[in-house]
């Protein structure tokens, strides 16, 4: 790296910088200590305030003296805030000294985002805001739900000033528009992103203290498997209303169970009231509030969770098995063959792992009916890149065999090789290193073989292979 650095002005691809880039920002935020940040909600202010930031700037044709006012004032206070972190105020006195950075509105650019990519891991997973009883939940909730709603629809704004209840907040979204009116930022848009803003982040407090209180062994709001159904629910709910079936016996149905669910746990009346609002807007943004909860509680709390298989095995399995699933061409001719065979192997790996007799339930009820069970393993899909990434992450022992495994899985999911003897070296190195080697993985090459062996026509096994392996081992590479 420091090579790299002496001779930065020499023609080095970019993509080496924005790779190391890319990993610095990503420890820098995980590695900050709560005790040592400023308080939550000034970095909620500096995250807002970024966010406005990064909308000017990219309306913004070139960088005039007000907005660079603007800009430096922010980096200012960033660096004030967090008084304690020398580094951090020599960079940007640095970079606020260099006429070739300071006069570039493409450096502000790329700093804004650095400091937006720390502060929201930051904000949810390090030091978010507090919550400190069953009203605050509840407000959170609220505020979630009507800034979703605005974000469609900047009419619903003034419900959302209603609810915040924080005057500093309100204060800071008065500021936050007058400052885009200063740079002529059409007002809706503005509303929109300030409220889209806001949600993200109050989804991210409200995450944060649901995986806390389980991982504490509070499971009054649920578990790893709870969060996984209401996932899944307004995931199929979302798709009916996508394809206009919405009041459908079957719509009906999910729905019903849906608020079922959020019944028998503490999330508030107007969760469950607004799932029978005839405001379609309405509607489509609590379920995908739901949504959004769901998935990023439920990947994080598995260990905390009585009646969820445990066994990080069981994990890679089903994600090679949902990417194969969601991979089935409709079109070939052997699609029902495949898919009845897929359904099968399914209950052969359920049945093969313990803890999994609720999880087998709510599956077989989904498999009733092909459409809902279909939605269900395309959304499941997403939520098991997660779990297999750094929920499921190892810890290897061994770098060098890590690195190199990462390597060979790289090149093979790169579709530009045609070179087929390579390709076919390559694959067996990985495989035999993983059969000799890595008692985890090893299973995993086993039903890649099995598929390959019993799946027709389906080219795309390798591919989710890959995948898999490149989203469990990149995840264990942040261990080294």
């Known amino acids: 790296i420091n090579q790299l650095v002496k001779n930065y002005l020499s023609p080095i691809p970019v993509k080496v910088f924005e790779f190391l880039g890319d990993n610095f920002i990503g420890q820098a935020a995980w590695d900050a200590k709560a005790q040592d940040l400023p308080n939550q ?8 305030k970024a966010k406005n930031l990064a909308l000017i700037l990219d309306k913004a044709l070139y960088l005039t003296p007000l907005l660079q006012g603007e800009l430096n004032n922010f980096l200012n206070e960033f660096t004030s805030s967090f008084w304690n972190f020398d580094y951090i105020k020599d960079f940007v006195n640095d970079f606020l000294e260099d006429p070739l950075l300071a006069n570039n509105i493409e450096a502000y650019k790329k700093i804004i985002n650095s400091i937006l990519n720390t502060l929201s891991i930051i904000n949810e997973s390090i030091k978010p805001l507090t919550i400190e009883n069953q009203k605050d939940f509840n407000d959170i909730i609220n505020l979630i739900l009507y800034s979703s709603i605005s974000t469609r629809d900047s009419k619903n704004f003034y419900q959302l000033l209603i609810n915040v209840q924080d005057k500093d907040i309100k204060n800071l979204i008065d500021d936050l528009i007058i400052q885009g009116a200063k740079f002529n ?31 504490e062994g509070d499971l009054k709001y649920g578990d790893c498997f709870y969060f996984l159904k209401i996932y899944s629910l307004s995931s199929i709910m979302l798709d009916y209303i996508k394809n206009n079936q919405v ?5 009906n149905i999910i729905k019903q169970q849906l608020k079922n669910l959020l019944f028998t746990k503490k999330f508030g009346n107007n969760l469950i009231n607004f799932l029978d609002s005839l405001d379609i807007n309405v509607l489509t ?3 995908e509030a739901i949504r959004r909860i769901g998935q990023k509680v439920s990947p994080w709390v598995i260990q905390k969770s009585p009646d969820m298989p445990k066994d990080r095995i069981f994990w890679l399995r089903l994600a090679l098995w949902a990417k194969i699933y969601n991979s089935l061409d409709p079109q ?12 099968n192997e399914l209950r052969n790996i359920i049945n093969s792992h313990t803890n999994t007799t609720n999880l087998n339930l709510f599956i077989n009820n989904l498999i009733i009916n092909e ?40 090149f ?20 035999t290193k993983i059969m000799s080697k890595d008692s985890i993985l090893n299973r995993l090459v086993i039903d890649f073989n099995y598929y390959k062996m019993n799946l027709k026509s389906n080219n795309k096994i390798e591919e989710s292979f890959y995948s898999v392996l490149n989203n469990f081992l990149s995840a264990s590479l942040y261990y080294i």
């Open 185 to 215: 930022i059409d007002r809706n848009e503005l509303i929109k992103n300030i409220s889209s803003n806001l949600y993200s982040s109050f989804i991210g407090v409200a995450s944060s203290y649901l995986k806390k209180s389980i991982r």
């Open 285 to 287: 943004n609590t379920l």
């Open 247 to 251: 009041n459908t016996n079957e719509y």
């Open 332 to 343: 070939d001719p052997s699609f029902r063959q495949n898919k009845q065979f897929m359904i």
């Open 412 to 431: 093979l999911k790169n579709e530009n090789n045609n070179n087929n003897f390579i390709k076919s070296t390559i694959q067996t190195e990985l495989l």
């Open 371 to 410: 459409n809902n069970f279909d939605i269900f393993v395309k959304n499941l899909e997403s939520i098991l890149n997660t779990i297999t990434g750094f929920p499921m992450a190892n810890k290897y022992e061994d770098p060098d065999y890590l690195y190199s495994q990462l390597i060979r899985v790289n």
């Open 41 to 48: 909600k000034t970095m909620l202010s500096l995250f807002l």
